[in-house]
């Protein structure tokens, strides 16, 4: 009998100390292949985080099927397939939604239980899934209302607050400009340096931000700009006068487009004629503070399709509070 | 959950904590304070010993912890490539005889940080405590577990170690009796056994070149031979020796430095003269026959090397 086998039979038991060796054994599981997972996030190996979280995704769950007595552990389950959707494929965020669910209807009036985290995720799940921002709207209510857990901290309950506002404020962008700032404001509360919620305060207008790269195409050059965006995880280096740091390809060439589209980078050419990866030999390059705050909020479509838990989301954070800071060089990884 | 991991793991950098300082972890909503207890600086990394002071139970961020990042100098830019390929090696290793790289962490500056359990001390600690010679028993034991360590990394990944010493050998702190391969600084990757993980292979080929440590270098190693798994075999017999004799055998009276001595060949003739003092011939044998000076007299595989030393 393998190890996860005695793990699936201790679940089924009634006895509080064979619980406890689930839980325990659970919380093994979860952290060591999640922070694996996120271990190769950070090193830039996509393909290897996906297989790790799929690994945990799938023990974790068959386990949950004999025992789904904790909410703690559906939410790591409910979790996984986030982060698989996130990472992998969008499908995943289908998967991840009945785990959110039962939690509500199983642990609904569990006072232990993280109910603003759910809320909130569900609330995702609506606007990912179904489109429905008027159902999201209502669970992102229901995410500010909920009662705090028991075991859950002030710091967290603080922080799983500041997602769901800046979910809001970016939500009412495009209907409530009031309502949208307001959010914002609470967000900044909470994450000073939040770039998303700074461009709203600015009173950027998300609705005119561009969001057909594809229409934003016309010349050869735009072309050949366009074509990096398909280089998918190819790491780019950025050494600025602070820091180094790395960014996907296609993130940056997104931002670039937009930053050219809207004269706010200098220089002429930003690619080789070939559409090959960045080639800036000797060239500096640079965005100041105020223009990227605005390049962040006119990526608006972007920032809907990867909301603040993807870690493309992270690296474009960066990538932009990077920008602002002096002029750069790019090359590509060796 | 995940999104406050990442947001709280831009924790504060590293390089102005001292010994004593509290250190706030943040990890999945939760706040972990940490006190360093130690810190250690080598070559290129630092490792920070933290001991937990608030915080619950938690699978990576355990009552003591070990943090490990590059060293802070004017090589700053080739230090953090040199960790990050360090990291790429370290973080596919999943074996009981390597230390795990639980987790990675990003400061406020953007340095990487890995996360490993804590070790109570390594077999150089062993050696320095024993007062009288280590039983063989004892090295063989140390010794099985460090090849099938070295066996696993190059089977499944085609990874040399390059520093294999007692200071890089750990002993786990709930398991004294197991033994834990660190530091994989200037490790090899061989092949593109990891091409298909998007990982860079040929960067980290290149690493280093000829960095190690020296009275642990084979003599075909400092004379730029290509030896693949021999190289740390090499090293192995070398730490096995020292283990059974306190000492390497480098005599300080030949009037030679260690690298000639090296690559002269003289330490064998001083080592196979200490051996035959062993009273376990088959030790000696192992020993021997993996610190040869001559390559093909050397074991070639860790398969023919473990079969020996079960029966040593």
Known sequence: MSFFDKLKNLA???????????????????????????????LGRKEDAVRKFREAASKLSDILKTSSKNYIY???????????????????????????????????????????????????????????QEKALAYYDLAIRAPKGRKITDYQKKYDLS????????????????????????????????PQALAIINGYNWEAAPTNFDAMISSDDDKNIFLNEKLGD????????????????????????????????????????????????????????????????????????????????????????????????????? | MFELQKRRMRDK????????????????????????????????????????QTGEWNAVFQQMIALKTYKQSFSNMMNSEMFEKELNIWVVLEHPNILP???????????LTAVMPFCEGSVRSLISESRSKINSKLSVQVLKQVIAGLDFAYKEYQILHLDIKPENVLMDSINSEVYRISDWGISKLLSSAMESTQFDSNAVAETCGNAGTLPYMSPDRLLGVNNNTGFDIYSCGMMLYEILFGRLPFPNNS?????????????????????????????????????????????????ELLGDLLHA
């Open chain 1, 12 to 42: 089924s038991s009634e006895l509080e100390e064979d619980k406890s060796i689930v839980m325990r054994q659970m919380d093994i599981v979860f952290e060591e292949a999640v922070s694996k997972a996120e271990a190769f996030e950070k």
């Open chain 1, 74 to 132: 559906v939410l790591k389950v409910g979790e996984l397939y986030m982060k698989l959707g996130y990472t992998k494929d969008k499908i995943f965020f289908q998967a991840a939604e009945p785990y959110y669910r039962m939690i509500i209807d199983n642990f609904g009036h569990d006072p232990d239980a993280d109910l603003t985290m759910t809320y909130w995720r569900l609330g995702i799940l609506e606007e990912r899934i179904r489109n429905n």
């Open chain 1, 163 to 194: 997602a769901v506002y800046l979910s809001l404020a970016i939500l009412y962008s495009a209907t409530n400009e009031p309502l949208s700032k307001q959010n914002a404001q609470k967000r900044l509360a909470i994450e000073t340096d939040c």
């Open chain 1, 234 to 334: 190819k790491l780019i280096v950025l050494c600025g006068p602070k820091r180094t740091i790395k960014v996907r390809a296609d993130m940056l060439s997104v931002m670039f487009i937009t930053a050219k589209k809207s004269s706010w980078q200098g220089g002429n050419k930003l690619y080789d004629a070939n559409g090959r990866i960045l080639k800036f030999p000797g060239r500096a390059v640079s965005i100041d503070k105020e223009n990227a705050a605005k390049l962040s909020a006119s990526l608006k479509q972007q920032l809907l399709r990867i909301d603040n838990s993807d870690p493309v989301m992270n690296t474009f954070k960066d990538t932009i509070l990077f920008f602002g800071e002096g002029s750069f060089q790019i090359r590509p990884e060796r």
């Open chain 2, 13 to 52: 950098s590293l390089s102005n904590i001292r010994q004593g300082d509290l250190v706030p972890i943040h990890h999945r909503g939760i706040e972990y304070s940490y006190r360093v207890f130690d810190i250690k600086s080598g070559g290129m990394g630092t490792v920070y010993i933290l001991e937990k």
């Open chain 2, 101 to 111: 790289l639980r987790k990675i962490m990003a400061t406020s500056e953007n340095e």
């Open chain 2, 255 to 303: 009037g030679k430095n260690v690298f000639a001595q090296i690559v002269g060949g003289d330490y064998f003739e001083n080592a196979s003269q200490e051996l035959r003092k062993v009273g376990n011939t088959r030790l000696a044998a192992v020993i021997k026959n993996c610190i040869n000076p001559d390559p093909a007299q050397r074991y070639t595989g860790y398969g």
